[in-house]
């Protein structure tokens, strides 16, 4: 800072930090912040608040003869000094009085804009955009400066200097000039090794990154790009003139670094819809525009503002590890970006599809603004965020909502798991699945409830890895006269385990036993003379894999079917249960394989009549043989892993000879 601003005839006034400040400090700057670029952005706060507290004291200044600049002309200013590596942020604001500096500068805690915040709500007024707490953030300068100089004036007062190297004490001393009517500029003396912070380019980033939306304009001065001047060298009066140099002219400009937008603090229907695709394509990195948008005012015990946008396509690998805290949503205190680190209990994974951005008085800034605070607002976003979702999936046209359900379906069985009451019911409503009876159509859970009987008790079910795995299951042999839901992607089976009934009907997988008749009645069996002792040799050779076999008619197109018991793995769960799981110790393996099923033979099918009669005969060995091939045959014809494929294939050739 040049020395000709201060008051040669007045020596400064040296003060002591408060006892708590110098051990407050060193904590302060070698733990609460873990990125140095932070400061930036605690200045650029400070500056966006002395701005608005010159916008809303200006009429009283006024009142009282003080001059202020024009409600328009309130800016910040971002100015790097190469030469002399000292970083100027300025702005012309309310400044501060001498007091003002003692109070807020002197000791860790005080915060003027909280104090002002205070007194307008007494007054009844609107403070949401009064965010900084100056008496904490301002120290974060340390973590780049060895020396901070500030030099501030307020209408009421003279023009003063702050001066402090971070240690143990500052100074305060009157300022002969001041180039503007009020206002402050902040000092940076940088330390060794910070130069990136005296790089336009970088500060622009900056800016861009933490401070986007203040309100007032934060122009960032740069070097113009290099105009080349030709000297000419010779007689004027020469016809032609030598040009032998070329001279480069340095000049700097002033570029406003951000955006003077803040669409979520606005009405979706007040915002023009170029600002809405310009905000979405920043915040989400996105190349193409939104499929659609929705602003919600969530009130309680604190407001909070929520700009939402579904993406037109899946941005999500679900077969990735996520990470343990979400991304997608930006959180704002008033203009300013505070943080798109949120836990997974307020943004849970089934939530990674939507963009947005989130505003709240609430988010205090309280010891750094990377550690996110406002339980209140955060309480409020866990509770109603799922239901601004779904709201806003409900308003979609019918176009979009059919390229959303596309695109977006595994989201959606996540959050139907996931959620719970009526946020459960209403994201269950948005599924959509084909039916045996038609595969080509769609149809929801509503509407397969209502073309049911009235007598039956359940929701009918195929699930399988793929849809056409579930389209051909050898299980939808026994129900071509009743609908069943075809259930082909592993999600729907991670679903079922968090959604058990819908509209009062129980979901049943056609691949467990206990499906009820269309008269919401037990199925009685059949029995077949001459099949008891038959059907016990078949559970003793697969002692390890069956605990019973039932005689029926129901699968007329193949010899036999495995059923679950009811608290079993379908066969689409058991194999993805197996996918994951990483060694053969494993006790989910173990369980699996310790997981007895149930047998059901067709009596009228040759093959079984063929392993009948060789029992008959008490051909033991011809049985058995026989009787394994069969399981192994029926496993994978119903989905389940079979791990001895090879010996299944020999075994397959040798009865083809």
């Not at 912070?197 to 001065?221: G, Q």
């Amino acid at each position: 800072m040049s020395e000709a601003i201060r008051n040669e005839n007045k020596k400064p006034e040296k003060h002591e930090f408060g006892v708590e400040v110098p051990q407050l400090m060193s904590m302060f700057i070698n733990s609460v912040y873990s990125s140095k670029d932070l400061f930036l952005r605690e200045a650029v706060s400070n500056a966006s608040d002395a701005c608005k507290k010159l916008f809303d004291s200006k009429a009283q200044f006024d009142k009282e003869g003080y001059e202020t600049v024009a409600y328009n002309a309130l800016k910040i200013e971002i100015v790097p000094d190469k030469d002399n590596r000292t970083l100027v942020i300025r702005d012309n604001g309310i400044g501060m009085t001498k007091d003002d500096l003692r109070n807020y500068l002197g000791s860790i805690a005080a915060s003027g804009t909280a104090l002002f915040r205070e007194m307008q709500n007494k007054a009844g007024a609107q403070v949401d955009d009064l965010i900084g707490q100056f008496g904490l953030g301002f120290y974060s300068l340390f973590l780049v400066a060895q020396r901070v100089d500030v030099v501030t004036k307020s209408p009421r007062d003279s023009a003063y200097v702050w001066s402090s190297d971070g240690s143990s004490g500052y100074t305060i001393e009157e300022c002969d000039s001041f180039d503007g009517k009020h206002g402050t500029a902040i000092y940076l003396r940088l330390k060794d090794g910070e130069d990136e912070f005296l790089d336009s380019n970088r500060l622009i980033e900056l800016v861009k990154k933490h401070s986007m939306y203040i309100r007032y304009p934060i122009a960032v001065e740069c070097e113009k790009k290099p105009e080349k001047k030709e000297k000419e060298n010779g007689d004027v009066e020469e016809v032609e003139e030598v040009k032998d140099k070329v001279d480069e002219i340095k000049e700097k400009e002033m570029k406003i670094a951000n955006s003077d937008v803040e669409v979520w603090n606005k009405k979706i229907s007040d915002i023009p819809e170029e600002d809405l695709k310009k905000f979405y394509k920043q915040i989400s990195g996105d190349y193409d525009d939104y499929l659609a948008a929705e602003s919600f005012h969530l009130e309680g015990i604190v407001g909070v503002k929520v700009l939402l946008f579904i993406p037109k396509r899946q941005r999500m690998n679900f077969f990735q590890k996520q990470d343990e805290k979400a991304r997608n949503i930006q959180i704002y205190n008033s203009s300013v970006f505070i943080t798109d680190v949120l836990p997974r209990d307020v943004v849970p994974e089934w939530m990674g599809f939507v963009v947005g951005a989130v505003s709240s008085s609430d988010f205090s800034l309280n010891i750094s603004r990377e550690f996110l605070q406002g339980k209140t607002a955060l309480k409020i976003l866990r509770t109603r965020l799922p239901k601004c979702i779904a709201t806003m999936i409900k308003n979609l046209s019918q176009e979009n909502f059919d390229k959303f359900v596309v695109e977006f379906s595994r989201n959606l069985k996540l959050a139907v798991k996931d959620t719970t009451d009526q946020v459960q019911t209403s994201f269950a409503q948005f599924l959509r699945y084909p039916t045996n009876q038609n595969p080509s159509e769609k149809i929801s859970l509503n509407e397969y409830c209502n073309r049911i009987g009235k007598e039956e008790k359940q929701i009918l079910v195929q699930t399988a890895l793929t849809q056409k795995e579930a389209e051909t299951s050898i299980y939808l042999d026994g129900f071509k006269d009743r609908t069943v839901l075809l259930m082909g992607d592993p999600f729907d089976e991670i679903m079922l385990q968090g959604y058990r009934s819908h509209n009062g009907l129980e979901f049943q997988n056609i691949a467990k036993e206990g499906v009820l008749g269309e008269d919401g009645t037990e199925t009685k069996a059949e029995e077949f003379d001459g099949y008891a002792d038959f059907s016990k040799e078949i559970v003793r050779i697969l002692e390890k894999q069956v605990e019973k076999v039932i005689v029926s008619k129901r699968f007329k197109g193949v010899p036999a079917s495995i059923l679950i018991t009811k608290y079993g793995y379908t066969p689409t769960m058991e194999t993805i249960l197996k996918a994951n799981s990483s060694t053969e110790h494993n006790m989910m393996l173990q369980m699996l394989d310790g997981q007895k099923k149930i047998v059901e033979i067709n009596p009228e099918n040759r093959f079984i009549q063929k392993i009948k009669g060789e029992f008959d005969k008490k051909n033991a060995t011809k049985v058995e043989e026989y009787v394994r091939f069969l399981w192994q045959s029926t496993a994978i014809g119903c989905g389940f892993p079979v791990e001895d494929k090879n010996g299944f294939i020999r075994t397959m050739y040798e009865l083809m000879e």
